[in-house]
């Protein structure tokens, strides 16, 4: 026998409605010939949209860490520049001193109090003073911190890994900066979850320069 059709009940007065052709179920009524959705189709559109939000989210967070961590070498680059300038305008020596915390480290900028350069102990006993705050990278900059990733080569061909030490500065772990426009030659590496740059200090001009860790090519390029 053929089947019958269902004849639904009007939204307005009550009247004759729209036929619903028959085994469509709810989500299925017609409109001048046109079917919708049915709840399989519903779900497995929600299933696919699940599925593709779930690729791009992992490279979403890669990015994110890649631009925190790029802004967080760029302010450190400009910290150290700021120390060049407090050293040539004050014509006294001026240093970024870098101190162990933890995991991470604490660095601020101090100025020579008694002509003879910034040192560790002047720093500790106070005869070298302190310019602006104490800070750390990961205060401004979520997931970013001081460090080398593991295996990471050196920033230049023929100088020293970082290894376990990302303050690549000498014993002291200060960038120095004269009235002359010199400075302490060497490397500060900053990390991010999955993001690896660099902040190379150049002794004859105290310029510095940012570079990043190219992982697929295995190589430093700058910024």
Known sequence: MPRPITISRSAEGGGPGRACRPGLGPFAVGDGGAAGYTLVELVFVTGLLVTVSGMAVPQLLSVLDDYRTAGAARYVSARMQRARMEAITRSVEAAV????????????????????????????????????????????FSGVEFGAQPGLPAVDPGSIAPGNDPIRLGPSNMASFSWKGTATSGSVYIKGRHAQYVVRIFGTTAKTKVLKFDRVAKQWKPL
């Open 97 to 140: 001193h870098f101190t162990p915390v933890g995991a991470g480290y604490s660095y601020a900028v101090y100025r020579d109090g008694n002509d003879n350069g910034v040192l560790t102990k002047d720093v500790q006993s106070g005869a070298d003073p302190r310019i602006g705050p104490i800070e750390r990278l990961s205060d401004h």
